[in-house]
């Protein structure tokens, strides 16, 4: 195992899809389950795998990443030899321009990898939901003698035209590769979890580099080394979640609160590691109903609280109820306030008596009809709700807004709010 | 900084009144209100107060802490200067002692004291709960050039024979000090927090033939002599956790609608090194209300007026009631635990109850536990069905196989047939 030592992984990417929560943020920074951030699930990963030397790919909005990673202490990654490192955008010698895709991404720092003599190195994407040990991957990519491996999940056939889809030979060498195909053949599909050989990897990415593509690792790299013929499938029997839109944004958090769990936070032998802040015990009042609920620390409880998720320091008061929501950190739900099948950022101020999921979900979004259509409303960061206010449905309310940015006669469904 | 200033913190003692929760751990490595240990109040009150010189002196089954402590990370005492030093008892070439008491644990690190060239130490009772600021205790100290402040509280209840009664004169200069008094003159204790001017501590320390106890051997020979001590009162929340009672009347003051200590204060937060745990997760027909929650639980029961510690799962159908149950226990379906006090790594089998019936005090303590608690040690096992009266202690380590029969009637000591390590 000695020579698989170093990982990439691809942490640039802006996600449209998931509409406000991602406006601010890269992707893995998205906040998830309670306390956790996407990209904690890979970092956790490595480690545990043993993998301690990584490099995280930025480019898009990298500021709420860094400041999540530090000096990357909760992974045990503040180290001698390895670590971790942000390997942002740069300007050299050669290298002028801005990553123009993953590939690209890779390929502006091959440095990293020359330095350390690898034969062999892992890339990782940072937004999915998963506990994979790359062990025995790595394993079978040495034992074939594979230049590239490849994880795949298998995933309902209606899901797989969002995903690269593999069809593979008896003996699992994978003979074609299609990235979002209309008409997919199997619902099997590639995670995003790579080990590559080096000499093959780079002999790839420098031709793609001269080329006019997208230099995308789907649509370029793992197509061109399957013609290759030496390009093996790793088939992923556990919970893999892609947390590329907010329906399944939505549904991974969710997941989470069945009494059976698909994907347990808690796991001794395989722990999620994310920096801890400094808060108490979650505190449920006199008043406290919490149900099929994730309370973190720091949060307040006096009012009720059903198939929620709430993250550090949330306050319900008195009277108010979360129902069906994911509710992030140190936002304010004012008292007999009501809050249903909704997503807040940070710091949401619901007043008093405000109702966030009004009525019935009758249309979609209007600006985002694609991604906010299942009667979820989604509300940015730091906005205040005024006392009494309703909100319908499918609305999207903008982040830092103010209680005067409200009309007077609340949002109605389907709404797309901005400052006025 | 100035003045420089050494805190050095009491944490060596057995605490016999805390029974099996004090077998493996002082009073100072008690877990207190669902993820911190009480020291973390000491700790945290010196780095707000911006005092990062700190000696901890430990004797007594000091592994918990010194695992805790670590290098001190958690409270930023990981520093270049000063930070934090575990203190323990050491073999010399001449004269090798245990600490024989409080103030002999100083006089055996008096080259602590005299290479920290500090002008005052600042000497805290490690069993302490209380959120305090050091810095203008320190400077009326200074201001008044008192040999020794120190500082005094109501006494939180009636027990004057765990307490020192203080009086001291219109000036707040200290008249007496009466440890123990049958009939305590006031109701001003010592709060345990005291500062000396660091010459006359080490005057004090050199003498020879010293006693053992900081009290009885330095503060009252201090006082008779007619020395500046003073005395500066706090009217916060405090108190010590010597006893069951009071560590469980100290933890369930957490969980009033306006607690007199105030865990969610971001202005003075507790720090503590934190565990890596998923979220508190309430489940199916579980419900929660009025209690402490920490990170790793899992409660598909019902849960009032409580503190679960980190891992703590309360299995469907099961009630925990008034009750502080730490680290990892196991709560099975459909038991009961109400007024108790559960340790690490317990394990409550399908259907028991813990706590019932009559509160008959402890045949063998009854002076430690007769307000109807009971009390579980480390790793104790309760086989299902079983039922176990008030105030009973059921000791660490007890086996299923340790019962004898299914009814501990209240007021029993359930000890394990074999004595077993860890």
Redesign the interface.
């Known amino acids: 195992m000695s020579h698989v030592s170093y990982a990439m992984i691809l942490a640039g990417g802006l996600g449209s899809r998931l509409c406000l929560l991602s406006e601010k943020r890269a992707k893995p920074a998205v906040p998830f389950?309670?306390?956790y951030r996407i990209i904690d699930f890979t970092l956790s990963n490595a480690v545990n795998s043993g993998i301690f030397d990584i490099g995280i790919l930025t480019q898009y909005r990298p500021l709420s990443l860094r400041d999540h990673i530090g000096i990357g202490r909760?992974w045990d990654l503040d180290r001698k030899r390895g670590g971790v490192e942000l390997l942002q955008p740069f300007q050299g010698w050669l290298e002028n321009d801005w990553y123009r895709g993953t590939a690209d991404a890779v390929w502006q720092n091959w440095s990293r990898i020359d330095e350390r003599d690898a034969e062999h190195v892992v890339v990782l994407s940072g937004d999915h939901v998963y506990r994979m040990d790359y062990r025995p991957m790595i394993e079978a990519h040495l034992e074939r003698g594979a230049d590239a491996t490849v994880a795949v999940a298998e995933v309902p056939l209606e899901q797989a035209s969002q995903f690269g889809v593999v069809r593979t030979d008896a003996a699992g060498w994978i003979t074609g590769f299609l990235e979002k195909p209309k008409n997919p053949p199997s619902g099997r599909i590639s995670m995003g979890v790579y080990v590559f050989r080096c000499a093959a990897l780079r002999q790839e990415l420098w031709k793609d580099a001269e080329r006019d593509t997208p230099h995308d690792f789907g649509r370029n790299i793992l197509p061109a080394l399957v013609d290759g013929g030496r390009v093996l499938s790793y088939s992923f029997p556990g919970y893999w979640q892609d947390i590329g839109t907010l329906d399944s944004y939505y549904q991974a958090n969710l997941d989470?609160?069945?009494?059976d769990p698909p994907f347990?936070?808690?796991d001794s032998r395989w722990?999620?590691?994310?920096p801890?802040t400094?808060?108490?015990?979650?505190?449920?009042?006199?008043?406290?109903?919490?149900?099929?609920?994730?309370?973190?620390?720091?949060t307040?409880v006096n009012g009720t609280v059903e198939r929620s998720v709430l993250f550090p320091g949330v306050v319900v008061e008195e009277g108010a109820v979360v129902r069906d929501s994911i509710v992030m950190g140190e936002s304010w739900i004012g008292p007999s306030a009501t809050v249903d099948r909704a997503i807040f950022d940070k710091r949401v101020h619901v007043g008093r008596g405000a109702v966030v999921g009004h009525g019935e979900a009758t249309s979609p979004n209007r600006g985002c009809p694609e991604h906010l259509f299942q009667g979820l409303t989604i509300v940015g960061k730091a906005t205040r709700i005024p006392e009494g206010t309703a909100i319908g449905r499918n609305a999207r309310i903008a982040p830092d807004l103010v209680e005067e940015d409200f009309p007077s006669g609340g949002v109605p469904t389907g709404e797309v709010l901005e400052r006025a | 900084m100035n003045p420089p200033i050494l805190v050095l913190i009491l944490a060596g003692g057995k605490s016999e009144r805390l029974h099996p929760l004090g077998r493996l751990r002082t009073a100072p490595a008690l877990p207190y209100g669902g993820k911190y240990r009480v020291i973390d109040f000491s700790l945290s009150n010196c780095v707000h107060s911006g005092l990062y010189r700190i000696g901890i002196l430990t004797q007594y089954a000091p592994m918990s802490l010194h695992g805790h402590i670590g290098i001190g990370r958690a409270w930023d005492l990981d520093r270049r200067d000063g930070g934090v030093r575990l203190l323990q008892p050491y073999v010399r070439q001449r004269e090798t002692n245990w600490y024989r008491g409080t103030a002999d644990a100083l006089v055996q690190n008096r080259n602590v004291i005299a290479d920290a060239q500090a002008r005052h130490i600042l000497v805290l009772s490690g069993d302490l709960v209380t959120k305090m600021d050091y810095g203008p205790l320190i400077a009326r100290h200074e201001e008044r050039g008192a040999a020794l402040t120190m500082v005094t509280v109501t006494a939180p209840n009636l027990e004057s024979e765990r307490y020192g009664y203080v009086s001291a004169d219109g000036h707040g200069r200290v008249r007496s000090l009466n440890e123990k008094p049958a009939k305590p003159d006031g109701a001003e204790i010592s709060a345990g927090i005291y500062v000396f001017r660091a010459r006359d501590l080490r005057e004090r320390l050199d003498a020879p033939d010293l006693g053992p106890d900081l009290v009885r051997d330095v503060i009252q020979p201090m006082i008779a002599a007619g020395e500046s001590v003073d005395a500066e009162p706090l009217d916060s929340f405090w108190r010590d956790v010597g006893t069951i009672d009071a560590y469980f009347e100290a933890s369930q003051e957490l969980l009033k609608p306006v607690p007199a200590l105030n865990l969610h204060d971001h202005d003075w937060p507790i720090y503590t090194p934190s565990e890596d745990r998923a979220p508190a997760i309430v489940l199916g027909e579980g419900d929660a209300s009025m209690s402490l929650v920490a990170h790793g639980a899992r409660i598909e029961g019902t849960v009032r007026r409580s503190i679960l510690f980190p891992g703590v799962h309360v299995g469907a159908g099961a009630v925990v009631e008034d009750s502080i149950v730490l680290h990892d226990t196991r709560i099975l379906p459909r038991a009961v635990v109400s007024r108790a006090i559960v340790d690490k790594g317990a394990r409550i089998g399908e259907g028991a109850i813990v706590g019932m019936g009559e509160s008959i005090p402890n045949r063998e303590f009854p002076h430690d536990l007769s307000s109807g608690l009971t009390v579980l040690g480390k790793g104790a096992e309760v086989p299902a069905g079983s039922r176990i009266g008030r105030n009973t202690i059921v000791d660490m380590g007890v086996r299923e196989s340790d019962f004898a029969v299914r009814e501990i009637p209240p007021g029993s000591y359930l000890r394990a047939r074999a004595l077993r390590r860890g």
């Open positions: 389950g309670g306390k909760p989470l609160l069945s009494c347990p936070l808690e722990p999620i590691f994310t801890s400094e808060n108490p015990p979650a505190r449920l009042g006199p008043r406290a109903s919490v149900r099929s609920s994730i309370v973190t620390h720091g307040i």
